[in-house]
């Protein structure tokens, strides 16, 4: 048999087990056991594929590694959509590299040049809340690396994107306050020079506009979202004596720490204030009352995310449309917006 023949099909037909599994010891995966690499290892030298893997890869730049770069793996969200992303690269054999920015742009531009550092054949990124400055995103793009954003992107023409509908997330999440009778909705918003939440506010801004209900300024909060923020929302609408009875927030975790704030203080949700949240941790259903919210696809979101970063890595840098792939949302109420 030639050298240059040799595939990790022919290895797995001569000993009787899957491809995957000799693509995953032959890149020293830690999820092959060492006696099943040996074996694979000794079967590709009697082959004659070692030299010639190692040559190919050496040409080519491959490490099997895809980087992952997320605001807080602690996030559900997040940890789901991780979960779709190792589901679906393992099965193409590919090892993920997982880290975090803890909403930071100076550790997000150490990470990526960490990834460009480490070869990575491909990046999976959701930026910063801080990330204005684009640098380290046109450094990864510029050293050939593939590239797809999930759910948090940044506004720069020809990139990869998998988002949720986040303008049909915020309107339809102001919709439902408004049907359950809600006239004074205050919007808890993050920061907008972030794409996902300027388009949830959009959706808000557009329900009220359809329902004709007045658009005030003062009714729009804008913050990094935490649960602390949520309850220093909550305290100055109090304190302002702000008149309002419905409030949609841009995730999950500022509306609960609102949720607390305004129970302490003697509001009942949803008797006086209507709430709803984005994003539905799994806290938002245990929390009493149960927190109307946007449920978004985490998982699948990371398995298509995956798909199209792979479809890219896989093209060997030929030219490939960049693609935006827009997953919807949907509305699961629950008792903190039954009027």
Excluded: W
Aim: hydrophobic residues 40%.
């Amino acid at each position: 048999m030639e050298i240059n023949k040799v595939t990790i099909h022919d290895i797995a037909r001569a000993l009787n087990i899957d491809s995957s599994t000799v693509s995953r010891a032959l890149n020293n995966s830690s999820r092959v056991t060492e006696k099943t690499k040996i074996k694979i290892i000794e079967k590709a030298e009697e082959l004659g594929y070692q030299r010639n893997a190692l040559a190919s890869n050496l040409r080519k730049r491959v490490t099997n590694t895809i980087g992952v770069v997320v605001p807080r793996i602690s996030r559900h969200f997040f940890a789901s959509v991780i979960q779709g992303v190792e589901e679906t690269a393992y099965l193409s054999g590919y090892n993920v590299l997982i880290c975090q920015s803890l909403e930071q742009l100076e550790r997000e531009t150490q990470i990526a040049e960490t990834l460009v550092a480490n070869r990575v054949d491909g990046v999976l990124i959701s930026i910063s809340m801080e990330t204005t400055n684009y640098n380290h995103i046109h450094r990864l793009n510029n050293s050939g690396i593939p590239l797809v954003f999930f759910d948090r992107h940044c506004n720069i023409p020809n990139t990869n994107n998998v988002l949720i509908d986040d303008f049909k997330g915020g309107f339809d999440a102001t919709q439902h306050l408004i049907q359950k009778g809600c006239k004074h909705i205050v919007h808890f918003s993050g920061p907008q020079a972030l794409e996902i939440y300027k388009n949830r506010f959009k959706g808000y801004k557009a329900a009220l506009k359809s329902n004709k209900l007045p658009f005030k300024e003062d009714y729009v909060i804008s913050s990094r979202l935490m649960e602390l923020d949520g309850v220093k929302n909550a305290k100055k609408l109090l304190n302002e004596r702000m008149d309002f009875d419905g409030i949609f927030s841009a995730n999950d975790v500022a509306a609960i720490g609102a949720m607390k704030y305004l129970k302490e203080k003697g509001v009942n949700i949803p008797k006086d204030v209507a709430m709803v949240g984005f994003s539905n941790e799994p806290i938002s259903n245990v929390i009493n009352p149960a927190l109307t919210t946007i449920d978004q696809p985490g998982l699948e979101m990371g398995k298509v995310a995956t798909e199209l970063l792979l479809k890219h890595i896989k093209s060997q840098n030929k030219l490939i449309e960049p693609q935006t792939i827009i997953m919807d949302s949907k509305l699961i109420e629950r008792q903190s917006s039954k009027k």
